[in-house]
């Protein structure tokens, strides 16, 4: 019997498509899970007559595989994937590679392909996005760790991955340690961005303009033939379009408390370690927060009446303004994220492909939308853009939005509707356009209460400065120094 391919360990949903989608691109399979039945289960259903081995134990697994052998695991991030290290490196030879496919933190994945190198074999740490579907027929995945185990594995995600029209896989290498996760990570953060936007905007028409679900769904299908086309954009319509047995929106059904994994909160615990004005994702993640807190909510909104929205204009311009919002905030989220990028790839020495990064997420991931073709060409065009809203193309877009965004947002608070997220993208923008912020009278608060130094305009950059407000202090300053 011929060798397998490549081994898989944890047969969840992601894991057995992920299976079934490489066995159908032409690899053969082994398969193992620590519960056994799942083993059985699984190839004596989904893979029975397929070219996908089943496997009893770690021993078993290793020894149907090719060399260099190749085991990918699809188990929960944190000590499982530790644990699992552990369990397949005495199993292994020098050049072997593990590859770990969850949404393992960007650090682990550091600390692991250092460890595991050590010990003579190569590790790959693989973000992996499209839900059951994209790992069925095909993902968005990036891989990161160890350069030299790419070789090896490239054939087989670039052949599961999803294509964009011409072809190209949605699967680059990314950088070295745990540059795959970090991008993934960043990925799901947007991500977490993009879902709070447009339920602020689901929020704007419900409450606001008083819309039905079914003409939501009308709004997001006309949106989606647009500039906002997307794969959150398109589920949302077919969410609003689902009834429920009894022929009413099931939307309307459904309790208003998001849950998180915590990807999000990776994220922005990232950007606050790198010194990145994340504000939107920031914002996003608190949003689900506050939004757990249900029954203190609800308390409050006795103790605090609503402010009941009065909306005297015309429906179908609100709804062209919401778009427009929709699109700025969208943009002004993107272009955080890349600054994290960017930031992440200073300081761990990553070689990132910003261009190839939108090319990854065009395809097969939850963010995919027709907006990542323009950052793709933007990044083609300046490789050194510093920010995205600088790119000629959505500059311009910025400033056919503005009037709109700013609209909805005035209208939005005098009727007393939630919208931070659109909110804080239009403070970041207008804080990033604006050449002289407030942050000199702060300056001047800490040197007078912590002798902490400032610069002076008058002076060349980079020469501190200290004042004695009271006349009561000495002429003593502390460091200087960035937190």
């Not at 070219?51 to 052998?69: A, D, H, Q």
């Not at 600390?111 to 074999?121: A, C, D, F, H, P």
């Amino acid at each position: 019997m011929s060798a397998s391919d490549i081994g898989l360990i944890g047969l969840a949903v992601m894991g057995e498509n992920l299976v079934l989608n490489m066995e159908s691109k032409g690899f053969k399979v082994s398969v193992f899970n620590r519960t056994i039945e799942r083993v059985n289960n699984f190839v004596n259903g989904r893979a029975k007559g397929k070219n996908i081995v089943g496997t009893y134990s770690i021993v078993e697994l290793i020894k149907t595989l090719k060399r260099p052998r190749k085991v990918m695991l699809m188990v929960k991030a944190g000590k499982p994937v530790d644990d699992f290290i552990e369990l397949l490196l005495p199993c292994l030879e020098e050049g072997d590679i593990i590859i770990d496919g969850g949404n393992s933190y960007f650090e682990d994945t550091n600390r692991r392909t250092r460890y595991v190198e050590s010990k003579g074999l190569l590790y790959i740490g693989t973000g992996v996005s499209g839900g059951e579907e994209g790992a069925l027929t095909g993902p968005s995945i990036m891989p990161g760790g160890s350069v030299k185990a790419w070789e090896y594995i490239k054939p087989i995600f670039q052949s599961i991955a999803a294509k964009v029209e011409d072809g190209t896989p949605c699967c680059e290498w990314v950088g070295e340690n745990g540059a795959g996760h970090f991008v993934k990570m960043v990925h799901n953060g947007i991500e977490y961005g993009d879902m709070q936007l447009i339920s602020e905007a689901y929020q704007m028409m419900k409450e606001l303009l008083h819309l039905t679900a079914e003409e939501m769904h009308e709004v997001f299908k006309q949106w989606n033939k647009g500039e906002l086309n997307s794969y959150l954009i398109e589920i949302t319509r077919d969410i609003l379009a689902f009834k429920d047995e009894d022929g009413t929106p099931l939307v309307d059904k459904i309790l208003d408390t998001a849950g998180q994994k915590g990807t999000g909160k990776w994220t922005v615990m990232a950007a606050l370690d790198l010194g990145v004005p994340l504000t939107l994702i920031g914002e996003a993640v608190f949003a689900r927060t506050l939004s757990s807190m249900k029954g203190e909510r609800v308390e409050a909104s006795k103790a605090f009446p609503r402010i009941k929205a009065h909306f005297k204009s015309d429906t179908e311009k609100m709804i062209v303004d919401l778009e427009q919002a929709l699109y700025a905030s969208k943009l002004v989220s993107y272009a955080q994220g890349y600054l994290l990028m960017k930031a992440a790839a200073k300081e761990y020495s990553w070689n990132l492909n910003y261009g190839g990064i939108a090319l990854m997420w065009r395809g097969g991931c939850i963010i995919r939308s027709a907006f990542l073709e323009k950052i793709k060409d933007a990044y083609h065009k300046d490789s050194g853009l510093s920010n995205l809203l600088l790119d000629t193309f959505f500059k311009a877009k910025i400033e056919q939005a503005q009037e709109s965004w700013r609209r909805i947002i005035s209208t939005a608070v005098l009727n007393g509707i939630w919208v931070p997220a659109i909110t804080t993208a239009l403070e970041y923008f207008d804080g990033f356009r604006n050449d002289k912020l407030p942050a000199n009278l702060i300056q001047a608060q800490r040197d007078f209460f912590g002798a902490h130094m400032y610069e002076r305009i008058d002076k060349p950059g980079g020469v501190f400065f200290h004042t004695n407000w009271t006349g009561k202090g000495g002429e003593t300053a502390s460091s200087a120094y960035n937190a």
